[in-house]
């Protein structure tokens, strides 16, 4: 399930399951998000995006969802690996060349 | 083939010393940028810079001084670091007006301040 810890957002899967994580923007003049994956170590990548006048994009394995009525993306992972476990940023387009980040929410999938 | 790189990876330095992080990037970008990240995993935008022009300085000490000599490097120059600096420092690049603004982010550089 998912829980607010001490530090990051956490959701704790079984391999297989899908997973869905959320982000709320604040920007409603936001028109492009973001998902990045950061593995530990590592710098965010790249996963998916879509554009404000989209509601869903459907990429390998991940779909997102944007709901601009109440300012919510959502991530879903279908058939989440160990691989996946990461943390994961949603970020908007803000103005200009600014992408303003979420908190992260860290994904741990189990075998 | 790395797109966007970073030196060091690791710096582990003293209070009151000044150090440097290089970035590279071959994507032929013209726009890059250095993000701190606390140990909340907080990402935090420092700098923007477009055709080595400065063009976003939030809110950053004058202790960090970035340098662009070509729009294909940004190196950050920290002076007089402190305790607080210790962090992650990623650099990051892309193309306005492509993608919307896709950033693509170096490994990182663990900035340890003792």
């Known amino acids: 399930g998912e829980s607010v810890g001490l530090h990051l957002p956490t959701l704790s899967v079984q391999e297989g399951d899908n997973s869905i994580i959320n982000c709320a923007y604040s920007?409603?003049?936001?028109?492009?998000f973001i998902w990045y994956k950061q593995e530990s170590g590592k710098g965010p990548q790249f996963i998916i995006d879509?554009?404000?006048?989209?509601d869903k994009r459907q990429g390998q394995r991940v779909t997102v969802l944007l709901n601009k009525t109440v300012k919510h993306l959502s991530l879903q992972i279908a058939a989440t690996q160990p691989g996946d476990s990461a943390v994961y940023f949603c970020?908007?387009?803000?103005?200009?060349?600014?992408?303003?980040f979420g908190k992260g929410t860290m994904l741990l999938v189990s075998p | 083939d790395t797109a966007v790189s970073q030196t060091p990876k690791y710096l582990v330095t003293q209070m009151g010393n000044d150090k440097s992080i290089k970035c590279e990037q071959n994507l032929g970008h013209d726009t890059m940028y250095w993000y701190k990240q606390d140990s909340k995993k907080f990402l935090k935008i420092m700098f923007s810079y477009n055709n080595k022009e400065l063009i976003i300085n939030e809110t950053v000490p004058n202790r960090f001084s970035p340098k662009s000599p070509d729009k294909a490097h940004l190196n950050l120059h920290i002076n007089s670091l402190e305790l607080g600096d210790s962090a992650v420092y990623f650099c990051a690049s892309s193309q306005i007006g492509v993608g919307g603004g896709t950033q693509y982010f170096g490994p990182g550089t663990r900035l340890t301040v003792l």
């Open positions: 970020a908007e387009n803000s103005g200009y060349s600014t992408l303003t």
């Open positions: 879509i554009r404000s006048n989209m």
């Open positions: 920007n409603s003049a936001s028109d492009y």
